[in-house]
DNA sequence: TCCACATTTCGATGATAATGGAAACGTCGA
DNA sequence: TCGACGTTTCCATTATCATCGAAATGTGGA
């Protein structure tokens, strides 16, 4: 990144229509994968490289590798804070704002990252497996161990299913708003997938926030011995 | 003005240089004649005017004619701060809001508007006028009496050949940051270039602030009866 | 009425930049 | 090692837009 930052510089950056979607889709302060950030922006995935690319120079956005993903997010909050800024000054200014805030607590709480959960829920309920020696750290990796084969099987998971699918089996990903990792891979999402047909969690309309039920709150208090609110 | 606003028309208006260079003239929150601001951000009068039609449009600036002069300002304070934060938020950022607060003391105080003073000092010496009967004030216009040739010419003004030039002889400024009229026409521009070559008042480098000396003072509190600081 | 001048409108040009197809790269799973 | 896939790089196309010359408009002064 030149950094070299001047008004017309920032200001052209979230002048094009197509970057000023991603800049607004990055605005949840969380990690998105190129290829969603294009396909929130209506665009191909080679066009939206080229403005990822181009933020990145000045410093907007950062990237970070995650297999053959490329996680990007708005590098400062400043940024975001400017961003926000400029969205106060354009037109009739739609309630937009507080929705957000108050959203921002939901995503915070509870999210989907892509297909699997996220959030403090996710960091917690990830801590747990890793403290009652379901899974143990190896470096980005997390493996099942016999305990934990027995726990998700309990679980109703179909792992034989989860391990011929073409992708990493379980895995750390980092939470963007927790600053730890939680659980992702084929068991993260298969976990996910589980939880939310079993009414633990449920998906909110038009957003990524995630919200437990009563069901979940015993069941999770049950199983991972956590109390999530 | 459609006022079509969003963000990425907001900041598409300040993402070309040569309208950021007119925004960034505009800022201290004074009239600009078009002429002025072509040649502030280096280009033709025609690309000025194009560029300033645009941002009329948004209404992020309006317009004011005077005589064959149309006078630009930012419509809105807010707008202004808006470009101020853009600012703030922009490289390293040099020194320079800290110097044009205190520029902006100046300028409110005494400066030169085009060819004349403005200012508090302006439109404190042009009600002196009015209340001492050397001006009358009619519509946009304001009247020299016979007491006032007596008084200007006694000042060492040139009416004749003030009356001469191609332009209006003596009418109303509006002063924007005092919100008042100030002395305009070949009238005020006289009177300025007389006590600027009195010494009364010295431009400063670089800027259209304009400071009192200490004869300033004591003549215009003999001429004028009114204390300046 | 005529000229001077500030500004705008019109029209053409040229440069910039967003876009997507094709291909390369790197990672993952088999 | 191979194929699948997310992503980037390269490249050509296209559209947009800033720019300025020329001419029109409108105002002021003589």
Redesign the pocket.
Known sequence: MSLNRNVSSIA?LI?????AAILLHLLDGRCH????L?AA??????????????MAEIGMVT?E????????RIAQASDAEMIEQLLSFAGPAPVVSLRQSDQMKKLRHARMCYDHLAGEAAVRMTESLLRAGHLQKDGLQLHITASGETFFADFGLDLPQL???????SRCCLDWTEREHHLA??LGQGLTERMLAMDWFRREEQSRAVRITQEGKQGIAERFGIRLE
């Open positions: 052209s002048s094009d229509p197509s970057r994968p190129a290829g969603d294009a922006a209506g665009i191909t995935p080679q066009t939206a490289s080229f403005h990822l690319a181009k990237v590798k995650h297999g053959r993903h490329r996680y990007y391990r011929k699918k073409r992708r990493a089996f891979g084929a």
